[in-house]
């Protein structure tokens, strides 16, 4: 059962624009909502994460928002680079401490 | 600067066939996690370990064992393994009281039953 539903699951873009990637969940009693990235052969690394009392958080080039009403959270990269090409999943924490995963999005950005 | 090893790297296995997965880290980390990576499917949780001396069920636990031999290993155990298991396999580890998001993956294993 996806308890985190991620689209879409591929996306081309040129260098310069901007990549987005979203996701939306059901369950009201996630409090925590990761991005991790990941490249080819290695495992996922945190990226950014918000919590659900803040609609948007930015680090460098890296943005979340976050809609607790429509339970729909999205990353945004901005002026996309070609070494931003990875796999990216987003994820929501629940009361069990767990992590579920979206479907992962594999974002290539052409130079 | 080691942080999370999984060993072996690759592994091919016949179907019925038995193996251990092991997964060290040196960050003091109280937790550890196996979980398996799907085309599709995401990364889905199979077994984690709360602290020492305890292990849970995640989401996909069956036909796998798991060990937390210590502060700093938990190994997966395949006892007759299916090619329905064939995945890349990632062992995590957290640290107790942070943040549950932050885990820290190792570089994976990757299974192949044929």
């Known amino acids: 059962q996806q308890q985190v539903k991620q689209s879409p699951q591929s996306l081309i873009v040129q260098k310069g624009g901007i990549s987005i990637i979203n996701c939306a969940y059901e369950n009201t009693a996630f409090d925590y909502f990761p991005w991790y990235q990941q490249f080819p052969g290695k495992g996922p690394a945190l990226l950014i994460a918000?919590?659900?009392?803040?609609s948007e958080k930015k680090e460098g080039r890296f943005t979340i928002s976050f809609n607790k009403s429509a339970k729909q959270f999205s990353l945004h990269i901005m002026d996309s680079q070609p070494g931003d090409s990875a796999t990216y999943f987003c994820?929501?924490?629940?009361?069990?401490?767990?992590?579920?995963f979206g479907s992962g999005t594999q974002l290539t950005v052409l130079p | 600067n080691a942080g999370v090893t999984q060993t072996p790297k690759f592994q091919v296995l016949k179907t019925g066939q038995s193996m251990t997965l092991q997964c060290a880290q040196d960050m003091n980390h109280n937790s550890m996690y196996w979980y398996r990576q799907d085309p599709g499917m995401g990364l889905r949780l199979i077994y984690y370990s709360a602290s020492e001396g305890t292990t849970d069920k995640g989401e996909v636990p069956n036909g796998y064992n798991v060990s937390r031999l210590n502060k700093r290993e938990f190994s997966l155990r395949l006892e007759s393994a299916a090619p329905s298991q064939t995945s890349v396999y990632f062992c995590?580890?957290?640290?107790?009281?942070?943040?549950?998001?932050?885990?820290?993956f190792g570089e994976g294993s990757r299974l192949t039953v044929l």
């Open positions: 918000i919590r659900p009392d803040v």
């Open positions: 994820a929501a924490n629940g009361s069990a401490r767990q992590l579920t």
């Open positions: 995590a580890s957290s640290k107790r009281g942070q943040v549950p998001g932050e885990l820290f």
